[in-house]
C-alpha cells in the first residue's frame, strides 16, 4: 500500500471512530427538557479534511488507469452454447466467421455472352460475382450450424443454412435446412473453391446459376468397407429457383404427396493408389417431377472423378489434378422424352507455391427426343447443334488469403456463326477462419 494510501486509512478510521461518538451523543435520551449541545470535537481540521479529499480523488484515478475497477455485483448472464451477453458487448465463442470478395474486370466479343453461373462475369467491364458471409459453429454437443449467405449489388440470399448432428452412431449423419445438394463434384462446392472464374456451362443447364438445391434433409452413412465408401440421399424440395432448369422451379403447386418432393442420391469411393497419388469416384442420381404434365417427371444421371498427385516428401509443393464431370438427363414431356448431355473435363498443375496454371473443356449437346431426332426444347429453344467451350487461366496466390487469376476462353457455339471471345481478370480476398485456400 502506497504511503499516501496508508494515511488516508488512518485518516479515515480516526474520522469514522469520532463521528460514531458524536452520533451516539447527539441520539442520548436526556431526562430533561431537551436542549441543542454542539457536536464533540472530531480532531480533525480542515487541512486533515483535505487531505482526505485529495487522496480520495488520487486513488479513484489510478484504479481507473490500471483497470481495477471493481466488477458489477450482478454477473452477466451467459449460457453453456458459448454466448455471452452484457449490455455492451455480444461474443459467440467457437464461430467461424468470414467474408469472401469476388469481382473480376470482363471483356467479351459477343453482345449477348452464354454465361450461365450466377457468379459469371456475364457483362464486358467491372463484375461484381459476390460477397459471401459464411458461418460454422457448434451448437451443443449434438448439431453444428452452417451459413452461407451471398451478398450482390441487388440483394441478400440465404443460400445456404443448414444443422448437421455430430454424434450419430453407426457412421451416421443428417443435415437439416437449406443446402446445395450432393449431386457430382462441383454443384455442393462455392466459387472460392473452384479452379475457374466462371461455371461449367454444363452445371448451368442442367441445375441452373445457383446449382440444385433446396429445403429438405439428408442423411449420410460412411460404410464400414475396406475402402472408402460413403453413401448420401436427400429429400428436397423440387419447387423453386434452383430447381427452374428440371424440375418444378417456380410451377410447383404445393406437396400433396411424397412424389412432389426430389430425391437425389451419390456414391462416393476413394482410393489411395500411392502414398503421392489418390483417387475419388463418385455416381450420382436425381428424380423429380417437372412442370411440362401431371406426373412428368426428370431423371438425371452424372459420375465424377477426381484424381490428385501430390508428392508427400521433400518438401515439394507441386501439385497435380484432373478433374471431370459427366451428366445426362432425361425429361418426361407431353407424348415425349427429351434427352441431353453434357460434361467437362479440366486439369490444373501448381507447379510453384505461389502459381497454378489450369485448362478446362466442355461440350453439351442438343436436345433429342425419344427417336434420337432433334427435338423443341422449350428450356433450350437455341440450343440446335453442339456447343463446346476451352478455356486456360493462371493463377497467382500473394498468400492463402488472395488469389488474382487471369482466364481467357473461346467458346465454340454451333448455332452462331462464329466463336466468342472472353477475357477475365478476376480478385478474390478472404477475410476470417473460414475459406483459405490450401497453400
Not at 455485483?73 to 451467459?78: D, G, I, R, V
Not at 465463442?93 to 470478395?101: E, K, P, Q, S
Not at 496454371?357 to 429453344?381: I, M
Request: charged share 15%; net charge negative; glycine share 10%.
Amino acid at each position: 500500500m502506497s504511503p499516501t494510501s496508508c494515511r488516508l486509512a488512518g485518516l479515515v478510521i480516526c474520522l469514522s471512530f469520532c463521528l460514531s461518538l458524536s452520533a451516539s451523543a447527539q441520539t442520548a435520551p436526556d431526562a430533561g427538557t431537551p436542549t441543542e449541545e454542539p457536536a464533540p470535537d472530531t480532531g480533525l481540521s480542515a487541512e486533515d479534511m483535505k487531505d482526505i479529499e485529495e487522496a480520495l480523488g488520487k486513488d479513484a484515478a489510478a484504479a481507473a488507469q490500471e483497470g481495477s475497477t471493481p466488477a458489477p455485483a450482478t454477473p452477466a448472464p451467459s449460457s453453456s452454447s458459448g454466448v455471452t451477453i452484457t449490455p455492451t458487448n455480444v461474443n459467440v465463442h467457437g464461430l467461424d466467421l468470414a467474408f469472401i470478395l469476388d469481382v473480376a474486370a470482363a471483356a467479351f466479343t459477343a453482345k449477348e455472352p452464354l454465361q450461365s453461373g450466377g457468379h459469371d462475369p456475364t457483362t464486358s467491364g467491372f463484375n461484381f460475382q459476390q460477397l459471401e458471409l459464411s458461418l460454422n459453429t457448434a451448437v451443443d454437443p449434438y448439431f453444428r450450424f452452417t451459413g452461407n449467405i451471398v451478398f450482390s449489388q441487388f440483394g441478400v440470399e440465404v443460400e445456404e443454412a443448414y444443422a448437421t448432428t455430430t454424434n450419430l452412431p453407426a457412421n451416421l449423419q443428417l443435415r437439416a435446412g437449406q443446402f446445395l445438394t450432393h449431386f457430382g463434384r462441383i454443384n455442393p462446392t462455392h466459387p472460392h473453391s473452384w479452379d475457374f472464374v466462371d461455371q461449367p456451362f454444363a452445371i448451368g443447364r442442367i441445375f441452373g446459376g445457383e446449382g440444385n438445391r433446396g429445403l429438405g434433409v439428408e442423411g449420410s452413412w460412411l460404410t464400414p468397407l475396406p475402402w472408402y465408401v460413403e453413401v448420401v440421399g436427400s429429400i428436397t424440395d423440387a419447387s423453386g429457383e434452383s430447381t427452374a432448369r428440371s424440375f418444378l422451379g417456380g410451377g410447383g403447386g404445393g406437396v400433396t404427396s411424397p412424389l412432389d418432393f426430389q430425391f437425389t442420391g451419390a456414391v462416393k469411393q476413394f482410393f489411395p493408389l500411392s502414398d503421392d497419388l489418390s483417387l475419388l469416384w463418385g455416381l450420382s442420381a436425381a428424380n423429380g417431377p417437372n412442370p411440362t404434365g401431371y406426373q412428368n417427371r426428370t431423371d438425371v444421371f452424372g459420375t465424377d472423378v477426381y484424381l490428385k498427385y501430390r508428392p508427400v516428401s521433400g518438401g515439394s509443393t507441386t501439385q497435380v489434378t484432373l478433374q471431370g464431370e459427366i451428366f445426362y438427363r432425361r425429361r418426361q414431356a407431353p407424348q415425349d422424352v427429351l434427352s441431353d448431355f453434357n460434361g467437362y473435363g479440366q486439369v490444373l498443375w501448381r507447379f510453384a507455391q505461389r502459381w497454378a496454371v489450369a485448362g478446362r473443356y466442355e461440350f453439351g449437346s442438343p436436345t433429342r427426343n425419344q427417336g434420337g431426332a432433334l427435338a423443341d426444347d422449350p428450356l433450350d429453344p437455341e440450343w440446335t447443334a453442339n456447343r463446346q467451350r476451352l478455356s486456360a487461366n493462371v493463377t497467382f496466390w500473394p498468400t492463402e488469403f488472395s488469389r488474382l487469376r487471369l482466364q481467357g476462353a473461346t467458346d465454340r457455339i454451333g448455332w452462331r456463326d462464329r466463336p466468342d471471345y472472353s477475357v477475365f481478370l478476376a480478385l478474390e480476398v478472404v477475410m476470417g477462419a473460414h475459406g483459405a485456400h490450401s497453400f
